[in-house]
């Protein structure tokens, strides 16, 4: 760490304006924390995108499953001669297979609703700031609303008005995410408000959209940056607890959160695998994306960089 | 210094766990782990299981249904049918409710109304054919009922008596305590919905006072929450052992399996009447011009591909019995014509074709989670067999709470579901199940696939209102032979009841599941 601080003093001195994604980007790997973290998260991934092509079998299509094979200890052979090298679970489902398919769910909620979530909410805090006033008062006021809501609540309140299912769960948790956007994005465009570059633009006379999404936007980007990467965590986090509950992904399209709640049934009686693997790779998940997160802060955070 | 407060500390810890020992030794609580919720303690509101067996503890009926499905007289001492259509029972002297009211005719008449009429019909199919319930006397009714109804002992002894000044109340008024005052053998300390009903002896309970002092119920859905509860020894008994514990029970040195006959009978009901089934589609997910369902080859197809040996082995873990109608052999109404389905998925495929869907086509399956044993699983399964004779099939399924409502007003096309057959005969299931939905006869009431046939409901009618036991068997038989031919539900098993206990207490299961603190007995 000493090492780097020292670095952090003399770069900018050497070299006045390095491009500044360069500079974060070196910044961002001298962490091997996060370097560990973004690789983890690079291979997870790749599993999860090419899950159709590496998998097994293909834990969806009910054709290959087969109950005379469920419950089946890691290392068992099926009767058609396949391995399943981490068990099955009661239906007879590779829990391999079911896992790199859960993952591509996960990660796809988390990342969908994480950026659909900061979009919705970026704009709401931007406009808030920008329009001040009643608008302001508005936003905001909804904001704190939201924000009074334990958000698992909200999430199973949008889910009884909506229905299961997996769309239903990002759309959920869309909901019940953007406001922590906005109240950041507002706080920051609040402050960028006041400065030099704004009144200059405004003394020119451009329009207000542009002000806003040329001027404003960017300057507000690295703290939204950082709270999508943790959101992606929360919401695959969030996303396995409303599986869990019952209440996300259908029970013949597992995603890790429904793996682990079908599981959880068996843990005492020994099965532990139809749990546990579904549950590291959630675990390992969450844990390599707030890495990452982590590292972006440091790196992105204006106070960190002088 | 340090080890006086050590010692100090010793003591006073010491003594904290000894009082309630010492408490406990006159003490006897007793706790029940469910394996569902009640939906509410208001007893007319919906005759569910959980419902019907939480209420027991709180109110008795007239009439104590026993174990076996026969009836004891309980708040009525005796009963005679007058003639064809009236029943006068003699009420028991000296019943007090638990807030010190005395308990006479009134109370029964205005119970009995209640569960009638109340908006939800939940005791309908108990109650369509009571016209009147009048006042003879303080200690003597008289029920007038529209036709000769050969059942009315056994539903009289499912409406639980409750007092006359609660006959208005609301459900919420039974939920926190206001009404929840009973005759029956405990008396209502606390209520938590979803999670426990916490009860206390009726030391002035005219069959004599339960062994128990404070009695528990837990609702505990989740099997392995269940299963942790009684491991731990938090909970005395626990209802619907999971298999997959049997084996963790069977070797701990304390616990114990109780294992019995049930008399509910697991089916899959479908969409018989609609002509285009809402989750029904063509292979390709195009709409289909009319509902294969209604096919009784499509039908007969269906159940030849499911094997269900393997699901009472493999996924049941033998806690059921394959079944091919309401009630097996030696039952009231089992019927030796009714012709057994085998497993042949070979054959199924080419009647599906026959049937003109040789490409097969799509269907959802919906089904509860938790309510019954290891139904999410046994869904999935079944999916999976369609699935291999081509009906790509997907499984939904949903918590009781959210299901209950939806599969019994029709709004799916193929779903499963249970019938706990109470009266150990085949009228229960067939009027609740498989007659014309009729809300003013209190018919078809869970009726989820609008059965309609004419030929079924001539016959429950019929045996609906034969008094004579004799003439009635072939009538009773003749609904299984009609529902089963027809393949109007799909049958798959009976349940098992399976307990886990202590070791400390004793219990013998009964017909229809329930399980009642004031019949757990202490092990000698």
């Not at chain 1, 006045?16 to 001298?30: A, H, I, N, Q, Y």
């Not at chain 2, 469910?34 to 939480?54: C, G, I, V, W």
């Not at chain 2, 938590?192 to 206390?200: E, R, W, Y």
Request: proline share 5%; glycine share 8%.
């Amino acid at each position: 760490m000493s090492e780097s601080n020292v670095q952090d003093q003399t770069v900018p001195a050497a070299t006045p304006e390095p491009g500044r994604l360069t500079k974060g980007v070196s910044e961002f790997f001298k962490s091997p924390a996060a370097v560990i973290g973004f690789g983890t998260l690079i291979v997870i991934c790749g599993l999860a995108v090419f899950a159709p092509w590496i998998s097994p079998q293909n834990p969806y299509d009910l054709m290959q499953l087969d109950i005379m094979d469920g419950r089946l200890a890691p290392g068992s052979e099926s009767m058609t001669g396949m391995v399943y090298y981490l068990g099955t679970d009661s239906q007879g489902r590779d829990i391999l297979s079911g896992m790199l398919y859960g993952l591509r769910t996960s990660l796809m909620v988390g990342v969908l609703s994480a950026f659909a979530a900061a979009i919705i909410g970026t704009t709401a805090g931007l406009f808030a700031a920008y329009m001040g006033r009643r608008t302001e008062t508005v936003i905001m006021r909804l904001v704190d609303l939201q924000l009074s809501f334990p958000t698992i609540l909200m999430a199973l309140m949008m889910l009884a008005i909506l229905g299961k299912g997996v769309i239903n769960v990002v759309i959920a948790l869309i909901i019940a995410e953007w406001a922590t956007y906005a109240r950041t994005v507002r706080s920051t465009a609040l402050v960028e408000r006041e400065k030099e570059y704004v009144e200059a633009a405004r003394m020119l006379r451009l329009p207000g959209w542009r002000i806003l999404f040329k001027h404003l936007l960017p300057n507000c980007l690295a703290p939204v940056i950082v709270i999508a990467t943790m959101q992606v965590a929360r919401a695959i986090g969030l996303e396995a607890t409303l599986s869990f509950l019952g209440l996300g992904a259908s029970v013949t399209e597992p995603s890790l959160g429904m793996l682990i709640s079908t599981g959880y049934q068996y843990l005492l009686t020994g099965l532990y695998w139809i749990s546990f693997f579904p549950g590291i790779a959630l675990l390992v998940t969450i844990v390599s994306i707030n890495l990452v997160g982590d590292r972006l802060r440091d790196v992105l955070n204006p106070r960190n960089a002088s | 210094m340090t080890a006086k407060v050590l010692q100090r500390a010793a003591i006073a810890l010491l003594g904290t766990i000894a009082i309630p020992a010492m408490a406990s030794a006159q003490e006897t609580p007793l706790t029940i782990g469910m394996s569902t919720t009640p939906t509410t303690l208001d007893p007319h509101e919906d005759s569910s299981a959980p419902n019907n067996a939480t209420s027991r503890h709180i109110w008795d009926s007239l009439i104590n249904l026993t174990g076996k499905s026969s009836n004891e007289p309980e708040l009525a001492t005796e009963w005679k049918a007058v003639d064809d259509t009236h029943w006068e029972f003699k009420l028991r002297e000296g019943v007090k409710f638990h807030d010190g009211s005395d308990f006479n005719a009134d109370d029964v008449v205005a119970s009995l109304l209640r569960a009638r009429d109340k908006p939800s019909q939940g005791f309908a199919s108990y109650t369509r054919n009571i016209t009147n319930v009048t006042a003879k006397d303080p200690l003597t009714i008289v029920i007038e009922t529209k036709v000769p109804d050969p059942l009315l002992l056994n539903s009289v002894s499912r409406i639980r008596i409750i007092s006359a000044d609660c006959k208005d109340a609301s459900v919420q008024d039974f939920d926190n305590g206001k009404c929840a005052i009973g005759t029956g053998a405990y008396s209502f300390v606390s209520y938590q919905p979803g999670s426990n009903l916490t009860v206390k002896r009726n030391d002035s309970y005219f069959a004599g006072p339960s062994h128990w002092s404070n009695v528990t119920l837990r609702f505990l859905p989740d099997d392995g929450a269940r299963l942790a509860s009684l491991l731990s020894n938090e909970i005395d008994i626990i209802e619907t052992l999971p298999a997959d514990g049997m084996e963790r029970v069977a070797s701990s040195g304390n616990l114990q399996i109780i294992n019995g006959q049930s008399s509910r009978f697991a089916y899959l009901g479908m969409d018989v009447s609609r002509d285009v089934a809402a989750f029904a589609t063509a292979a390709d997910g195009s709409p289909l011009d009319k509902n294969p369902l209604k096919d009784v080859r499509v039908r007969k197809a269906l159940l030849m591909s499911i094997n269900r040996d393997a699901i009472v082995e493999r996924i049941m873990q033998k806690n059921g019995t394959v079944a091919d109608q309401f009630v097996a052999e030696g039952y009231a109404g089992h019927s030796d014509k009714v012709e057994k389905v085998a497993y042949d998925p070979a054959a199924a495929k080419a009647l599906l074709a026959e049937a003109g869907y040789p490409e097969g086509f799509s269907l959802t399956l919906h089904g509860p989670a938790g309510r019954y044993v290891k139904d999410a699983e046994i869904l999935q399964a079944v999916g999976q067999m369609f699935t291999r004779i081509g009906i790509k099939s997907k499984v939904e399924v949903l918590p009781w709470a959210m299901y209950s409502d939806k599969y019994s007003s029709g709004d799916f096309s193929f779903f499963f579901g249970a019938w706990g057959v109470n009266t150990g005969e085949t009228t229960n299931p067939t009027v609740a199940l498989v007659a014309t939905r009729d809300e003013k006869k209190g018919t078809g009431r869970y009726n989820g696939g609008g059965i309609s046939d004419p030929k079924i409901d001539e016959v429950l009618a019929k045996a609906s209102s034969t008094l004579d036991e004799a003439e009635r068997k072939p009538l009773l038989e003749e609904l299984s032979t009609q529902t089963f031919n027809s393949l109007w539900l799909l049958p798959m098993h009976y349940e098992n009841v399976v307990l886990g206990a202590k070791k400390s207490v004793s219990y013998t299961p009964r017909g229809d599941k329930y399980t009642l603190a004031y019949e757990v007995q202490p092990a000698k």
